[in-house]
Nanobody
């Protein structure tokens, strides 16, 4: 059983920073990538950033230059450093783990950015 536990969300003013963490535990094999997605109120889930097992990163255009994804392979943990936050970053943020043959999702953590 694989479990993803996110932490680090909260309420922050525009221009502020937050750091999200996601720790994966359980029987984890053949990790392809870990990443973050978000679902703003009333909208569909969207990509924020991913990082492959080899360290290659990919960002949504809205994240580039403000967010940084990183991971600790030894701890099966992925981080998302979010700077210069904007009200439009308000969303429920979900951790994703891609393995062969399936993907896993955490319960998510809420990020609210006030103007």
């Amino acid at each position: 059983q694989v479990r993803l536990v996110e932490s680090g969300g909260g309420l922050v003013q525009a221009g502020g920073s937050l750091r999200l963490s996601c720790a994966a535990s359980g029987s984890i094999y053949s990790i392809r990538s870990m990443g973050w997605y978000r679902q703003p109120p009333g909208k569909q889930r969207e990509l924020v950033a991913t990082i492959s097992s080899g360290g290659t990163t990919a960002y949504a255009d809205s994240s580039k230059g403000r967010f940084t994804i990183s991971r600790d392979n030894a701890k099966n943990t992925v981080y998302l450093q979010m700077n210069s936050l904007k009200p439009e970053d308000t969303a429920h943020y979900y951790c994703n783990l891609e393995t062969l043959p399936r993907s896993y999702w955490g319960q998510g953590t809420q990020v609210t950015v006030s103007s």
